[in-house]
């Protein structure tokens, strides 16, 4: 039993290890509740996962087969086990949730003793959150200009790692988390008014708290009539999609949205939460920019032809 736990603490350590590199990669700045879904991605990979899903629904498609008992049951059972258990990708596009293989307690225990003998890892921000961020000191000829939108998250933590990683600047908007946006400050309306569709972006969980801060952002932001808002915040079918790692409490699911599937319903009042920190930080970096600022598709070299031939390509203008 000692060599089990010693074994088991063995492997934390090192999927620790590695999970910080993969965190950090790029230079990413990144919160300690997002390194502990990648030590749970580290521990359980999801090409394992795949792995054992696809057998596990081979051999649930061959049991149902043989208990249909209509004609020639058998070669389609046999065949439908076959194709999932040699091709594991197909499961990929099952919609399943998965619980963290490490409790956070273990985690919190490996990552103290981490710091004991190392130091901060590097790339993760501090626990302690600094206070909420003040528009008072800043240059008074900055709310002269428009502001197209404002990115508010759900978690505190998060609009930290999205400033820390300055993609503020790189998408040219404020970052807020709920707290410090509710209500929105007069300064940044007044810059959203100047623009010429102002919106307001909302970064929330697959929860039920997730669900209704997107339908009472109006009245928690306190919205000027005029502010578009988009949701950009994961729901509980793009948690079953991605596979992402869900955490399961005792609490029921009440008051859900009636846009809800039956399947996202019975995953909520089933207890699951899928949070946006069980993104990989680059992954969210990427997806953010890519949805707020998309980039025009590159043209094949067929249309870029026929557009030369209509302004003169290699030919003096007339």
């Known amino acids: ?37 990648e030590v749970c991605r580290t521990l359980l990979p999801q090409s394992r996962v795949f792995t054992a899903a696809s057998q596990a629904t ?19 059972g ?19 949730t998965l619980t963290p293989p490490v409790t956070e307690t273990a985690f919190d225990n490996a990552l103290a003793e981490y710091r004991a003998h190392r130091g901060d890892p590097a790339g993760l921000l501090p626990d302690d959150v600094p206070p909420s961020v003040a528009l008072d000191d800043r240059e008074p000829d900055l709310y002269d200009y428009g502001l197209a939108y404002v990115l508010v998250c759900q978690d505190a933590t998060i609009a930290r790692m999205l ?8 998408m040219s908007c404020a970052i807020l988390s709920l707290e410090e946006a509710s209500p929105l ?15 307001i972006l909302l970064l929330h969980d697959a929860s039920p708290e997730g669900l209704r801060f997107v339908a009472d952002a109006a009245t ?10 988009r949701a950009l915040g994961l729901t509980p079918m793009h948690a079953l999609r991605r596979h992402l790692f869900a955490i399961r409490r005792s609490e029921p ?9 039956l399947i996202e319903r019975a995953w909520l009042r089933a207890g699951y939460r899928a949070e946006v920190a069980a993104l990989r930080p680059v992954t969210l970096l990427r ?13 094949s070299w067929f249309s870029s032809l026929r557009r030369w031939r209509t302004t003169g390509y290699m030919s003096w203008p007339e």
């Open 58 to 76: 081979a051999v649930a498609g061959s049991s149902l087969t043989l208990a249909l008992r209509r004609p020639h049951p058998l070669w389609i």
């Open 1 to 37: 039993m000692l060599f089990g736990t010693r074994m088991r603490h063995s492997n934390l350590d090192a999927a620790l290890e590695c999970s910080i590199a993969h965190a950090g990669m790029g230079g990413v700045r990144y919160t300690r509740r997002q390194l502990y879904y």
């Open 253 to 261: 699911a009440e008051h859900l949205p009636a846009s809800l599937s």
């Open 185 to 199: 400050p007069d300064a940044l309306i007044a810059m959203l008014m100047r623009a010429a569709a102002p919106r």
């Open 287 to 299: 997806t953010l920019h890519r949805v707020v600022r998309p980039t025009r598709r590159h043209e």
């Open 78 to 96: 046999a065949m439908s086990a076959s194709l999932l258990m040699t091709f594991p990708f197909l499961v990929r596009r099952l919609p399943f």
């Open 220 to 229: 928690l932001l306190d919205l000027p009539r005029g502010f578009r808002v």
């Open 163 to 170: 400033r820390a990683n300055f993609l503020h600047m790189e």
